[in-house]
T-cell receptor
Framework: LAKTTQPISMDSYEGQEVNITCSHN???????ITWYQQFPSQGPRFIIQ???TKVTNEVASLFIPADRKSSTLSLPRVSLSDTAVYYC????????????FGAGTRLFVKA | DVKVTQSSRYLVKRTGEKVFLECVQD?????MFWYRQDPGLGLRLIYF???????EKGDIPEGYSVSREKKERFSLILESASTNQTSMYLC?????????????FGPGTRLTVT
């Protein structure tokens, strides 16, 4: 299983773009990169997933360089409600149930 | 929308008690998971089940057992609760056993063992 490394915490201000980088040096060929978001007193929820290059949805963008040893979650124009913990995971499509959530990145958005 | 519900949001139990945490999902998912979450440690997998009556240990199974008698229900059992099991417990389900599949989480049960 590929382990991931993320910053423990980040601060931002409303309206700014926030980029959270995740390192996964041992990512396997069939691994995907998935990000979850967790608000206080709630379970995590899936926000975005990608394999390579760039993925964008209504919540975020995910940038993955060619070597796939890292990835960057980009949140455009954050608001106070984006204050949460963000988890980066890597996992395969060819079986194997385990995912490692790690400690995540605590993002605090200030007014 | 997938819904994963947990029987209690908050629970207080005494040391040595047998504790049951219940989880129900309504999307006919094959896989269900139990995690515990502690400050600074993220989520750690306790057990998971890939089919009715089937289970596998996760990273920290000691002191816990599980039961899955029906597809939609997955129970976590603390045979004899101890204070170091005070934690947030999260249940999740996913359509299949692939690590790439999205997991759907319940709201969590905050258990305090005194």
């Amino acid at each position: 299983l590929a382990k991931t490394t993320q910053p423990i915490s980040m601060d931002s201000y409303e309206g700014q773009e926030v980029n959270i980088t995740c390192s996964h040096n041992n990512i396997a060929t069939n691994d995907y990169i998935t990000w979850y978001q967790q608000f206080p007193s709630q379970g995590p929820r899936f926000i975005i997933q990608g394999y390579k290059t760039k993925v964008t949805n209504e919540v975020a963008s995910l940038f993955i360089p060619a070597d796939r040893k890292s990835s960057t979650l980009s949140l455009p124009r954050v608001s106070l409600s984006d204050t949460a913990v963000y988890y980066c995971l890597v996992g395969g499509a060819n079986g194997g149930f385990k995912t490692i959530f790690g400690a995540g990145t605590r993002l605090f958005v200030k007014a | 929308d997938v819904k994963v519900t947990q029987s209690s949001r908050y629970l207080v139990k005494r040391t040595g008690e047998k504790v049951f945490l219940e989880c129900v999902q309504d999307m006919d998912h094959e896989n269900m998971f139990w995690y515990r979450q502690d400050p600074g440690l993220g989520l750690r997998l306790i057990y998971f089940s890939y089919d009715v009556k089937m289970k596998e240990k996760g990273d920290i199974p000691e002191g816990y057992s599980v039961s899955r008698e029906k597809k939609e229900r997955f129970s976590l059992i603390l045979e004899s609760a101890s204070t170091n099991q005070t934690s947030m417990y999260l249940c999740a389900s996913s359509p299949s056993g692939r690590a790439v599949d999205e997991q759907y989480f319940g709201p969590g049960t905050r258990l305090t063992v005194t």
